[in-house]
Each structure stands twice: as structure tokens, then as C-alpha cells.
């Protein structure tokens, strides 16, 4: 299942248009592979159970996971995966539309290549097409969408936006989903074991709690991501990651080589030269949007950044395209 629009359902009403969609929408969700894309500045999709997923958002101010007790905004930059049962809503709400891009696995693909992973060629030639199970459990937390992992995912959003899988329900467009998202599978496997062992970063400071010291910082990483736009301070970083404020920036100048807000004021300021991409906003919006809070510290960001304030970087950006 290919769409390049975002489903019209629930919360929005049954139309007599609308109502074969949703027909044929609820025989095949959950069952099959699906790609679901679409522009918008604004849509709710309400809690549901899904299958293995991937996220990623490009525009705007991105999209929102509601899982329970958090909230995850997925962006150009930074992608989310859900796992299989999970139970979650997602929400757009943005001034400038918003590309939003799910890739939902049909059941058991993820366990079963999850099992053909840990299988040697010797196993894998003696077991034939005989399909074994391993639980392909992925940590839930906002991760960079940058090296192999986010170029597998631009690849499949631009393949998608090219045409392939145009006609739904053909066999040789499914073929071509099942294979693509197979290779995308692959890929978010092979990176798992090192978004886990960045804990390892953290062993010196606590050899036994390492792995649960990394799940506090992701979960406040998350939280900063999510909510870079509003004042944060590093009590509030602090209390979300469940530690003390001198214990949170040691770790996570382990963890990151630099202290949080320090951090925090990098992604202000990448997600600032993605929002000067966008001529219609003002350079007082983007200090907003971004979370850098005026035009002064908008200009000396991006002067640490690029060697140039705001105007001159939309130039250079504009004479880029």
C-alpha cells in the first residue's frame, strides 16, 4: 500500500466520498506493507495500535508522535521508530506545510529478518525458506537522520515521489514495496546495536547503570527536540532525565562531548538555517520558530555557525538552490 496523501479519516466525519476509502483503508491497514505520505499544515490521527514503523518529516515545524506520557516531534533531521504494538497518535500543526512520511512493515517482517540476521550462511542454506522469529525490538527514541539509515529513507521517499507503486494492488508494485522496505529493515538493524552501545561512552561513570543512564539522556534528548522552540532550562532537562543537574551535564558531556545547552543551542541553530530556507518567514520568526528567541542571538548563532548572519546565509542559501 502506497499513499501519497494522507488518509482522510477519523476525527475528520464519514462522507458519502470518503466512506469507500475508508472501506477498503481498514481491510488492508495492519496486514501489509505501507508507505503513507502527504503535505499538510494540519492533521490529528488519534491513538491506535500499530505494526513496526519509521518517521521522518520534512517542512515545517515538523510532526508530532503522541506515545504515552511523551511527545516526539519527528523533522528533516531527526527520525523515530516505533515498534510493533506500540500504541500512538501523530499531530501536525504548522504555519508552512509539512511532509510527513511513514513506512509501516507488515507483521512479522521485522521479526523474521531480525532472525535471519542472527543465522550464519551455513544455518541460512540448511533452514532453506523455512521463516524463524527473533523479537525486533528498536530503542523509541528520536535518532539523527543522517549517514546510511537517512539516506535509505530520502532514497525511498524520492522512489515514492517518483511514480513507483502508482497503481495500488499491483503485484509487481508490491513486489517493489516488499523489497524496498526489506533493504530499509536491513539497514535499521544493522545501525541498532550502535545507537545501543553509545552507553558504553558512559561505563566510567556508571559500569552497571550504563544502559539505563543512556535511556534517561535519549528520553531528555527527545524531550529537548520536541520542545526546542520554548524556553528550556537545565532543571527541566534535568527532571525529565530523572537526575541531578550536575550529574546530567557530566553525563552528557560524555555522551556528546558537550554540556546540554551547549547541544541544545546546535540544533537551534541547524533547524534556524533549515527554516532561512523558507522566504516567506521573517528572520524574527525563525529566532521564534527555532527556539533562539530574538534576531541578536539568531545573528550570533549562525555567525558561529556559517561565518554570516541571517541575511547573508539566506542568500548564500538561495544561490544555492
Known amino acids: 500500500m502506497i499513499l501519497r496523501e494522507l488518509p482522510d479519516l477519523a476525527p475528520r466525519p464519514l462522507t458519502a466520498v470518503n466512506a469507500g476509502f475508508r472501506q477498503w483503508f481498514a481491510e488492508h491497514w495492519g496486514r501489509e506493507n505501507a508507505i503513507v505520505m502527504g ?22 515545524d515538523g510532526e508530532d508522535y503522541l506515545l504515552p506520557a511523551r511527545r516526539l ?24 506545510p509539512v511532509l510527513s ?43 539523527p537522520a543522517d549517514g546510511a539509515l537517512g539516506a ?21 508494485d508490491e513486489a517493489w514495496l516488499e523489497e524496498r522496505l526489506q533493504a530499509l529493515l536491513w539497514r535499521m538493524l544493522a545501525t541498532e546495536p550502535g545507537w545501543r552501545e553509545r552507553s558504553q561512552r558512559l561505563a566510567p561513570i556508571s559500569r552497571s547503570q550504563h544502559a539505563e543512564l543512556l535511556a534517561r539522556l535519549d528520553r531528555a534528548a527527545d524531550f529537548m527536540l520536541s520542545c526546542q522552540a520554548q ?38 541553530s541547524a533547524h534556524a538555517l533549515r527554516l532561512l530556507q523558507d522566504e516567506t518567514l521573517t528572520l524574527d520568526d525563525v529566532a521564534a520558530r527555532s527556539g533562539l528567541g530574538s534576531r541578536q542571538t539568531l545573528f550570533r548563532q549562525l ?9 547573508a546565509l539566506r542568500g548564500r542559501l538561495s544561490a544555492a538552490l
Not at 109 to 114: I, R, V, Y
Not at 303 to 311: F, M, N
Open 303 to 311: 555567525k558561529r555557525l556559517g561565518g554570516a548572519g541571517g541575511q
Open 39 to 60: 503535505w499538510t499544515r494540519d492533521a490529528e490521527f488519534p491513538p491506535h495500535t500499530q505494526t513496526l514503523s519509521i518517521k521522518r518529516a520534512w517542512g515545517g
Open 231 to 268: 524556553p528550556l532550562t537545565l532543571d527541566d532537562i534535568a527532571g525529565v532525565a530523572r537526575l541531578s543537574k550536575y550529574h546530567l551535564v557530566r553525563c552528557w558531556r560524555a555522551l556528546h562531548g558537550a554540556t546540554p545547552m551547549a547541544w541544545l543551542a546546535q540544533r537551534r
Open 73 to 96: 516531534r519527528v523533522d528533516a533531521d531527526h527520525c523515530l521508530i516505533l515498534n510493533q504494538g506500540g500504541h500512538y497518535g501523530a499531530r501536525i500543526a504548522s504555519p508552512v
Open 101 to 143: 512520511f511513514g513506512v509501516f512493515f507488515r507483521p512479522e517482517l521485522g521479526a523474521e529478518l531480525a532472525h535471519a540476521a542472527t543465522q550464519s550462511w551455513a544455518r541460512r542454506l540448511a533452514d532453506g525458506d523455512e521463516p524463524g522469529r527473533v523479537d525486533a525490538g528498536f530503542a523509541e527514541h528520536l535518532r
Open 152 to 172: 535509505e529513507l530520502s532514497t525511498l521517499r524520492d522512489a515514492v515521489l517518483a511514480g513507483r507503486g502508482e497503481c495500488l494492488g499491483d503485484a509487481d
